[in-house]
């Protein structure tokens, strides 16, 4: 698998409001679900360039749709990164994409230890929002196609984490995945992984995959632990980065 064939299982599973065609480029409307869903990036993934003038309609539909200038870069459109560099775009948040298939890692867990959970209980929006991901991301889990789930996690007899998976062509990718500070480092994140590597395996998923920014040491030592591979890597460029 490439990052070119995880390109639309990310517009799927944590999908915009509305997506606008520009040219080569494709404008997602965000409402506020963050980076992921509102920055520009080349509608077909295997492209690696644009003009100047493209870019510049690119940047015109952005700011029509009141969201600023932002592009996401796949790692092999090395031509499209370096014209945004001259024009003064500098790079921010450096995302891995990380895969594995799903029976690798699969396994129930044990009881009452983690939940599967369609729609999200109180408790899961105060776990999420207590790591920054409040009422648009939510929105963004609503909007994902089915099948997907969120899974509650529970710590020394108490909901302490979250995660949120959908699947798309046979491929399930886990977002949102936190734990709560006084429960990190006992297993929760490892446990709800192989939760929902479990539950996607059983919705026809054979494999999970998940983004994170090479800055999240933490995230990166579960998913090595695990087994995950990358499959490349994409980042953002902004006048504000």
Request: aromatic share 6%.
């Amino acid at each position: 698998m490439r990052l070119v064939d995880l390109a639309p299982v990310i517009a799927a599973t944590w999908p915009a409001v509305s997506t606008r065609i520009a040219g080569p480029f494709a404008l997602p409307e965000g409402a506020g679900g963050g980076q992921r869903v509102s920055a520009a990036r080349l509608a077909n993934p295997n492209d690696t360039d644009a003009t100047e003038a493209q870019i510049d309609a690119a940047l015109a539909g952005l700011d029509q749709m009141g969201q600023p200038g932002l592009f996401m870069v796949l790692d092999h459109q090395t031509a499209l990164d370096a014209r945004l560099a001259a024009r003064g775009f500098g790079p921010r948040d450096a995302t891995l994409a990380l895969t594995i298939p799903c029976a690798r890692i699969a396994a129930p867990p044990p009881p009452v230890s983690c939940f599967s959970i369609w729609p999200p209980l109180a408790i899961q929006t105060e776990i999420w929002a207590a790591g920054g991901i409040g009422p648009d991301r939510l929105a963004v889990m609503d909007r994902a196609i089915d099948p997907k789930m969120s899974f509650l996690g529970r710590s020394q007899d108490r909901p302490a984490g979250c995660a949120f998976v959908a699947v798309h062509d046979g491929v399930a990718m886990l977002h949102a995945l936190e734990v709560l500070p006084m429960s990190r480092r006992r297993g929760l994140a490892l446990l709800m992984m192989r939760a929902a590597a479990d539950w996607a395996l059983g919705h026809g998923a054979q494999t999970l995959s998940v983004l994170v920014t090479g800055e999240n040491q933490p995230a990166r030592g579960l998913y090595a632990s695990l087994g995950f591979t990358s499959v490349g890597q994409y980042h953002y460029r902004s006048l504000t980065a």
